[in-house]
Nanobody, 125 residues
Framework: QVQLVESGGGSVQAGGSLRLSCAASRVLGEDCIGWFRQAPGKEREAVAA????????YYSDSVKGRFTISQDSAKRTWYLQMNTLKPEDTGLYYC???????????????????RGQGTQVTVSF
C-alpha cells in the first residue's frame, strides 16, 4: 500500500501562487498520479494528473494554463504549481494514485486508490 502525504497548502490572495507537494512512500513506476479538490458544498473535482512513466499530463479546463503538474526525477514526489489563483480555487486538495494509465480515467476519482489526507488551499479576494 502506497502512502501519500500532501503539503504546501495555505492562504493567499487572488492572483497569488502556491506549490503543493505529494510525497509517496516508495518509488512509483507505471502509475497515474492525480490531484483532486473539494470545496464545501461542491462536488469533488479533478484538477490534474500525470503518468509517472512518460510524464504525460492532463488538466481540467478550469485550471489549464494556470496550474502545472510535475514530478521529481526520483519519482517519489509530485508537485502542483498553482499560479494566478482565483477564489474559486479554494478547497481541500489531495493527491491520489492508480496503477496504470491516466488516459481516459484521470478525471474519475473512483478509478484511483491510495490518497493523502489533503492540504487546504484558501484564496481570498
Amino acid at each position: 500500500q502506497v502512502q501519500l502525504v500532501e503539503s504546501g497548502g495555505g492562504s493567499v490572495q487572488a492572483g497569488g501562487s502556491l506549490r503543493l507537494s505529494c510525497a509517496a512512500s516508495r518509488v512509483l513506476g507505471e502509475d497515474c498520479i492525480g490531484w483532486f479538490r473539494q470545496a464545501p458544498g461542491k462536488e469533488r473535482e479533478a484538477v490534474a494528473a500525470t503518468y509517472s512513466s512518460t510524464g504525460s499530463t492532463y488538466y481540467s479546463d478550469s485550471v489549464k494554463g494556470r496550474f502545472t503538474i510535475s514530478q521529481d526525477s526520483a519519482k517519489r514526489t509530485w508537485y502542483l504549481q498553482m499560479n494566478t489563483l482565483k477564489p474559486e480555487d479554494t478547497g481541500l486538495y489531495y493527491c491520489t494514485r492508480r496503477n496504470g494509465l491516466c488516459y481516459g480515467v484521470w478525471s474519475n476519482a473512483n478509478a484511483f486508490g491510495s490518497r493523502g489526507q489533503g492540504t487546504q488551499v484558501t484564496v481570498s479576494f
